[in-house]
T-cell receptor, first 112, second 116 residues
C-alpha cells in the first residue's frame, strides 16, 4: 500500500519556469510533511517541511501548499534553475515518530 | 544542521561475503536510526528501525538474519549484509534523529553496494 502518492515521476521545466510536484497521503496520523532533494549518488537532503496546521510555507524559491481536507500537498519551485535538477521526494511522518514514508520521487530536469 | 556520516560511501564485494556499513551521528546523540534501501530510479524503502540498546525492528519482507543491525551506542549504528548476493546490490542510506521525537531526522550520504 502506497501511503504517499507522488506525481509526476518526471518533469522537464525551462529555466525561469515554475516546477510543480504534487503529493497525496492517506494516513491521517501523519503530522509532518517534508520534501527532500536528492542528487545522484547522494543521500536525500531536507529542502522544506510543513505541518498540517498551516496551508502554505515559503522558503526562498520553494513553497509548500498544503490542503488538509483533501490530504494533498505540493511543492512549487519558482524561477527554476538548472542547478535545481535533481530528484525530489515528498514524505510524511506521523505520531511523533521519526519514521518517514517517502513518495516515489520526481526527477526534475531544468533546461536552459 | 546535524551531520550523519556513512562509511564506506561505496563498496564492492564478492558474492557470499559479508559487508558492514557504519552510520554515525557526528554532533548529536541519536536514540533512533533508520536504514533504507534504494534501487536505481526508485524511492527509499525503509528496511529497519534501530534503537540504541535494543533489537532492531524490521519492516515486513526484510530478512533480519541477512541484514544484521547493531546500535551499540547513541552515535553509531551498523548494518551488516551477510552472505551478500548480486541482488543485494543497492544504495543503502541511514538516517538518525535527535532524542526528541518531534524533530527532523538527518540522512547520511549513502553507501553504494555492488556484489559481484
Amino acid at each position: 500500500q502506497q501511503q504517499v502518492k507522488q506525481s509526476p515521476q518526471s518533469l522537464i521545466v525551462q529555466k525561469g519556469g515554475i516546477s510543480i510536484i504534487n503529493c497525496a497521503y492517506e494516513n491521517t496520523a501523519f503530522d509532518y510533511f517534508p520534501w527532500y532533494q536528492q542528487f545522484p549518488g547522494k543521500g536525500p537532503a531536507l529542502l522544506i517541511a510543513i505541518r498540517p496546521d498551516v496551508s502554505e510555507k515559503k522558503e526562498g524559491r520553494f513553497t509548500i501548499s498544503f490542503n488538509k481536507s483533501a490530504k494533498q500537498f505540493s511543492l512549487h519551485i519558482m524561477d527554476s534553475q538548472p542547478g535545481d535538477s535533481a530528484t525530489y521526494f515528498c514524505a510524511a511522518r506521523g505520531g511523533g515518530y521519526q519514521k518517514v514514508t517517502f513518495g516515489i520521487g520526481t526527477k526534475l530536469q531544468v533546461i536552459p | 544542521g546535524a551531520v550523519v556520516s556513512q562509511h564506506p560511501s561505496w563498496v564492492i564485494c564478492k558474492s557470499g561475503t559479508s559487508v558492514k556499513i557504519e552510520c554515525r551521528s557526528l554532533d548529536f546523540q541519536a536514540t533512533t536510526m533508520f536504514w533504507y534501501r534504494q534501487f536505481p530510479k526508485q524511492s527509499l524503502m525503509l528496511m529497519a528501525t534501530s534503537n540504541e540498546g535494543s533489537k532492531a525492528t524490521y519492516e515486513q519482507g526484510v530478512e533480519k538474519d541477512k541484514f544484521l543491525i547493531n546500535h551499540a551506542s547513541l552515535t553509531l549504528s551498523t548494518l551488516t549484509v551477510t552472505s551478500a548476493h548480486p541482488e543485494d546490490s543497492s544504495f543503502y542510506i541511514c538516517s538518525a534523529g535527535l532524542a526528541s521525537s518531534n524533530t527532523e531526522a538527518f540522512f547520511g550520504q549513502g553507501t553504494r553496494l555492488t556484489v559481484v
